[in-house]
Structures are given as structure tokens and as C-alpha cells.
């Protein structure tokens, strides 16, 4: 069956790092676009970053521009978020997904997701 387990996050200071991955499994991972989201409480999930099936191409919303990288590695089925320069505002539960095509910054394109690993930024 398909599986995305996420893993990577914890507490960190202001200022500080983290690397999310996300191991896929059950399908066949370099023919979907992956996306990260993620959730804060008492809010609804948004989009944080995707990339396309090859890596070529990915997108971020404005609030983490120049902030974080998503990429992946097809070989190992895995996907990652490099999330640099935290900020408290960054604490929420981060999700990785897979859908078959990317047409915006929408969970609609999503089919499969994952259970969700917890970030907190302290500041």
C-alpha cells in the first residue's frame, strides 16, 4: 500500500536548521509531483513546496522563498525540505503528498499524504 512517512523534525531556536524527509513507498515515486504543506494549530494546512517528477522545476510560497530547498532523490524514493533561517512562525506540523500533476499551490493535486512531522521554533 502507499506510504509517505516523514520524518526530521523537533525543536529548534530562532535562526536555526532542519532537514524533513520523506520516504515513499507502494507507488511509483518518480512519476509523481511531491509536495511539502504544513499546519499550524487552530489553522487551516497551505502549501509550502513542491517539485516536479524529475526535480526540474519547484515552487515555493513567498514566506519561505530563499528560506528553504525542497528536492529529491528518485533513487531513493525519498523527499526532502532543507529549512533554513526558522522562524517562529515556521512552527506547525509539516506533511509531505504526492499527486500526479502540479497546478498550483492547491492540496487538490494531491492523492496520497502523509501522517505529519512536528516543527517548533522557539524564539
Known amino acids: 500500500q502507499v506510504q509517505l512517512v516523514e520524518s526530521g523534525g523537533g525543536l529548534v531556536q530562532a535562526g536555526g536548521s532542519l532537514r524533513l524527509s520523506c520516504a515513499a513507498s507502494g507507488f511509483t515515486f518518480s512519476s509523481y509531483v511531491m509536495g511539502w504543506f504544513r499546519q499550524a494549530p487552530g489553522k487551516e494546512r497551505e502549501f509550502v513546496a513542491a517539485?516536479?517528477?524529475?526535480?526540474?522545476?519547484?515552487y515555493y510560497t513567498d514566506s519561505v522563498k530563499g528560506r528553504f530547498t525542497i528536492s529529491r532523490d528518485n533513487a531513493k524514493n525519498t523527499l526532502y525540505l532543507q529549512m533554513n533561517s526558522l522562524k517562529p512562525e515556521d512552527t506547525a506540523v509539516y506533511y509531505c503528498?504526492?499527486?500526479?500533476?502540479?497546478?498550483?499551490?492547491?492540496?487538490?493535486?494531491?492523492?496520497?499524504w502523509g501522517q505529519g512531522t512536528q516543527v517548533t521554533v522557539s524564539s
Open positions: 517539485i516536479r517528477w524529475s526535480g526540474s522545476r519547484t
Open positions: 503528498a504526492a499527486g500526479k500533476y502540479y497546478t498550483g499551490p492547491t492540496l487538490n493535486d494531491y492523492n496520497y
